[in-house]
């Protein structure tokens, strides 16, 4: 079946220490998201890339990186820079940016601190 | 940017009642409004979507309104059953991003 993976379900990190969520999807899609989710708060927008080896800043980028060497793969590090890095992290794609068609999601990463 | 807002927050309906949920947005070149539902734990995932050039949409129980001029979109889901209680988000995309509203917790209760 084709659709996103997200790894590891569950991730803890200790202060100080950078953390890399994995996202995989086998759907063709050119771009790929990740947003962070926090209790009563809608998807805030991470980082996001249209194509391979390109990537843009979201709305809250700071303490996060990211990487596109293939087009099935946008993983996701948290830096310890990131101060608040508790949340739920959901990786999404679509078959193209601009192309409004609905994004595709996983089934997130919940990233807690040690 | 664009500014989405939903409401209500929380919805508790009685099985087989209908459930509303209502969005706004800010920017008029907003043209693509998708409607989400997100189980505990889980990811969003796609229940229905309406593009600027449609007023209404409807898929089995759900339906997808939109008023353009106002800047308004709303869900509708009628003969409500258990398995809808779920979070629900709506969003607005204009080019290559989506701007989410803060959720609505649907319970119905049997």
């Known amino acids: 079946d084709g659709g996103i993976t997200q790894s590891p379900k569950y991730l803890f990190r200790k202060e100080g220490q950078n953390v890399t969520l994995s996202c995989e999807q086998n759907?063709?899609?050119?771009?790929m998201y990740w947003y962070r989710q926090d209790p009563g708060q809608g998807l805030r927008l991470i980082y996001y890339?249209?194509?391979?080896?390109?990537?843009q800043k979201g709305d809250i980028a700071e303490g996060y990186s990211v990487s596109r060497e293939k087009k099935e793969s946008f993983p996701l590090t948290v830096t310890s820079a990131q101060k608040n890095p508790t949340a739920f992290y959901l990786c999404?794609?679509?078959?193209?940016?601009?192309?409004?068609?609905?994004?595709?999601f996983g089934d997130g990463t919940r990233l807690s601190i040690l | 940017g664009e500014n989405v807002e939903q409401h209500p927050s929380t919805l508790s309906v009685q099985e087989g009642d209908s459930a509303v949920i209502k969005c706004t947005y800010s920017?008029?070149?907003?043209?693509?409004f998708p409607w989400y539902k997100q189980e505990l734990g889980k990811g969003p995932q796609l229940i229905i979507d309406?593009?600027?050039?449609?007023g209404e949409k409807k898929d089995q129980r759900i339906a997808v309104t939109l008023n353009k001029t106002a800047k308004h979109f709303s869900l509708h889901i009628t003969e409500t059953q258990p398995e809808d209680s779920a979070v629900y988000f709506c969003?607005?995309?204009?080019?290559?991003?989506?701007?989410f509203g803060t959720g609505t917790s649907l319970t119905v209760i049997p």
């Open positions: 999404a794609s679509s078959i193209f940016a601009g192309s409004n068609q609905p994004q595709h």
């Open positions: 759907l063709n899609h050119d771009a």
């Open positions: 890339s249209q194509i391979v080896n390109d990537f």
């Open positions: 920017d008029s070149a907003s043209n693509y």
């Open positions: 309406i593009r600027s050039n449609v």
């Open positions: 969003a607005a995309s204009e080019r290559d991003q989506f701007y």
